[in-house]
Every structure is written in structure tokens, then in C-alpha cells.
């Protein structure tokens, strides 16, 4: 059977890595979290302290201090799926924090980590068996993907799911405040400058508003089964 590159892009807590690892898992796939990369970048920002009290990023400082960003995914058998390492260290739990998703859009649309970190998406999806999620997966990580999909719900939808995963975490965070930063990101990464959340023209749209997961599972695996046996 051959093994093919899937992509999947989609808005904020879309609930696109829930289906991604549920793909990768069923077809013995290696599943990509290129989210987990930005907020690692982030990550080393706010460590580094190039995001002052307002959410400003010394972007010549970032730019300069990239070649120290060393990341790295290992698989861990207990979670079933790779964590992404800053450093060698496993930071897999920092990244979710609310304070690196109120920064990360800021990081994310500077050209030079963009490009750092596609470069790096491209080398592990160019051997095929991946399923990548992100926002620029599809039109500009892996074009050539045999498989697209845009994931998109309703805010009401996705500020709940990332509200309930939040406070499963033991966060303590409004969902207010989750929605308003859910938004804000949708903004940010909807219209920077480069490679912005686009749609793929050929991404297989799933709206998820009011799909079970099983639902969209189902649906999805339909379409990678045709193009496997097409
Ligand atoms: O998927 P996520 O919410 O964990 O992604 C975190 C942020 O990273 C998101 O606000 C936008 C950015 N991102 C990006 O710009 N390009 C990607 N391929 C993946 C994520």
C-alpha cells in the first residue's frame, strides 16, 4: 500500500489534532504537530524574555536568536504520540499554557521562523506516511499532499472544546477569555503577511460545529481510503 502525505489546516481549536493523531494511529503514520513547534518558538521567547508586558516581541532579537532554537519531537509511549522537546527537554506541557497561546501568533508571522520551521516540516513529510496539522500545511508545507483537509467550527464550538481542555489541565481560565483569544489568533494568522491560514482549492472542507468525532473520523477516513485505492 502506498504511503501518502495528509494534510490538515484549519482555525484555532478546530479540533484538527484530535483527528490528526486519530488518522495517523489508524494508519500507522507518523502525525505532525507543527503548532507544537511555534509554541515551543514561543516558549523560548518568553524564557528568553523578547516578549515584554505588552505582548511586544524584540523581533531583531528572535531573528537572532533562532539558530539556538533546537526542536525536536519524541515519541513517547505512554501518551501514545511524539512530544516536541526545546533543547532535548520535553516542553510539551509549558506550550499549552494559556501565556504562550496569548503569544504566539506574534511569533508565528515573523518570515524568519516561519521559514526555519517549514524547512523542518518539509524534511519530515517529504518521505510520505504523515499526517501534519497546521494552518499553512496544505498550500505551503506540503503543496503536493495527496490528501487535504480545512477543519473549521464555530467560535461557540471551539471555545468550549479548548475551554473543557483547559480546565482538564487544572487551568483556571475564563471562556471569555479563551474565546477572545481565539479570536484574536484567528486574526493574526488569517492575515499576516506570509503564508497566512489559507484554504487549500483542493482541501476537503469539514465543518465540525455539529460532527461527533466518530462522525468525522469516519468521513475523513472514506476520503484517504479512495485515494489509497484509487
Ligand atoms: O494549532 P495550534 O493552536 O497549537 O497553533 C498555535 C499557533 O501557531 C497558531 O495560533 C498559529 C501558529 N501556527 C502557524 O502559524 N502555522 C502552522 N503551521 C501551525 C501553527
Known sequence: ??????????????????????????????????????????????????????????????????????????????????????????????????????????????????????????RMGEVGGVVMDGRDIGTVVLPEAEVKFFMTADLEARGRRRFDELVRRGRSVSLEAVQANLLERDQIDSTRDHSPLLQAEDAIVIDNSNLSIEEQFDHMMGCVQQVLHA
Open 1 to 122: 500500500m502506498k504511503r501518502i502525505s495528509i494534510a490538515i489546516d484549519g482555525l484555532s481549536a478546530s479540533g484538527k489534532s484530535t483527528l490528526a493523531q486519530g488518522l495517523a494511529k489508524a494508519l500507522n503514520y507518523i502525525y505532525i504537530d507543527t503548532g507544537a513547534m511555534y509554541r515551543a518558538v514561543t516558549l523560548f521567547a518568553l524564557r528568553e524574555k523578547l516578549i515584554d508586558h505588552d505582548g511586544n516581541l524584540n523581533v531583531s532579537g528572535m531573528v537572532e536568536a533562532l539558530p539556538r532554537v533546537y526542536l525536536t519531537f519524541r515519541f513517547n509511549p505512554g501518551s501514545g504520540r511524539s512530544e516536541i522537546c526545546l533543547s532535548g527537554r520535553n516542553v510539551e506541557k509549558e506550550i499549552r499554557s494559556h501565556e504562550v497561546s496569548r503569544h504566539v501568533s506574534v511569533v508565528a508571522r515573523v518570515p524568519e521562523v516561519r521559514e526555519k520551521l517549514v524547512l523542518a516540516q518539509r
